[in-house]
């Protein structure tokens, strides 16, 4: 059985050193996934579409992305992290230079087929969570998935520099600008990433991998968890922008740094979701954040008034999500069998990112102009995280700290 064997006693060489590279691949990654998004108030007016329309095209890459982890991280227990992180960091390259072409020619049928391309570079997600698991035992996995989680401040870059970017040098070198990370990251990766001393090759074909994951009774129950607090993330990375334009009337930059300032409280609290994961159990982490995801919900559809209040919900909702993210992947961490962590990885993150995919559809198809109003969408966040809460306290067991596990 490949996968990765048990950890000789003490840190492996350069584990430090690939870690990092996992988690800036995935930073570079999460801005080039999140690059559509970011400039959703800038499609809106220059290809003068309908809430409903935006919605669609934030949405796209988020769709691939998710559906695409499903193989990436089966493949990537056969090819390992090293070959799977450069092919996903150079394959998106093309669709974001299609976005840019699209862009330019004021094409929404381009820019939205190129958004569905670009829909690879989340599935750098499903690379690292096998890779980091590797180079870990079992006791530190919640801090290594959660180190690397925190590679989703991708978004953070993407809300922050895509606006000025496209303000101070334009929009196709912006795009320019992205697609020269990405080769000069696959690059790094490539020529200094190495596997785990641990790690085997696993070269069972990958349909019966992947049916053998859906058939492992954890993998769902982490599925429907994960596609909430991930899928509440991405979503409101992605739609933020928009929602701040609509009910706050903030221009592309303002809205921009603000949806960064939100990514970032998510990557933040990521790891420390991993790390008191690994001390206290990842259920306790993932009841407090899907409570504090439920109480937020009902705070933000209230529509606090002024900058500090609504600032203070937005992040203190962003660190809930994160809090849940670094949880959740600590439990798949420790649950999921060896050899079985890239496939189970893989198939849990695509609910993740499903769950970031339809509520901005939702968005767009409520959102009442007469009232600036998301009311229905925000309650419908608030029912869903209630619902997991539930699911989590009685039908998720609750002999859950890392470090007992083997």
Partial sequence: MAGSEPLPSGAPAGRTLNLVLATSASVVGFWAWNSVATLGAFYTQTLQLTPAATGVLVAMPVFVGALGRIVVGTLTDRYGGRAMFTFVLLASILPILLVAVGGLLG????????????????????????????????????????VFGAGMGGTALAAFLNPRLVAGIGY??????????????????????????????????????????????ITW?????????????VSFATYLPTYLRDVYSFDPSGAGARTAGFALAAVLARPVGGVLADRFGPKSVVITSLAGVAVLGWVVNLQPDGEVPAGLTFVAMAAALGLGTGGVFAWVGVLAPPGKVGSISGVVSAAGGLGGYFPPLIMGATYDPATHSYSIGLLLLVFTALAALAFTIFAVPGRTKAKVAA
């Fill in 221 to 233: 129950k982490m599925c429907f968890l994960y596609a909430v607090v991930f899928g509440g993330f």
């Fill in 107 to 146: 094409s929404f049928a381009l820019v939205l087929g190129a958004g569905l391309l670009l829909g690879v570079a989340g599935t750098v997600f499903a690379v690292g969570i096998p890779f980091v698991s590797a180079w870990y035992e079992p006791s530190r996995r919640g801090f290594a998935t959660g």
């Fill in 172 to 217: 196709f070198p912006t795009h320019l600008l992205i697609a020269g990370i990405l080769a000069v990251m696959a690059a790094l990766v490539w020529f200094l990433m190495k596997e785990a001393p641990g790690w085997t090759r696993n070269n069972l074909p990958v349909l019966p991998k992947l049916l053998d994951a859906v058939k492992t009774p």
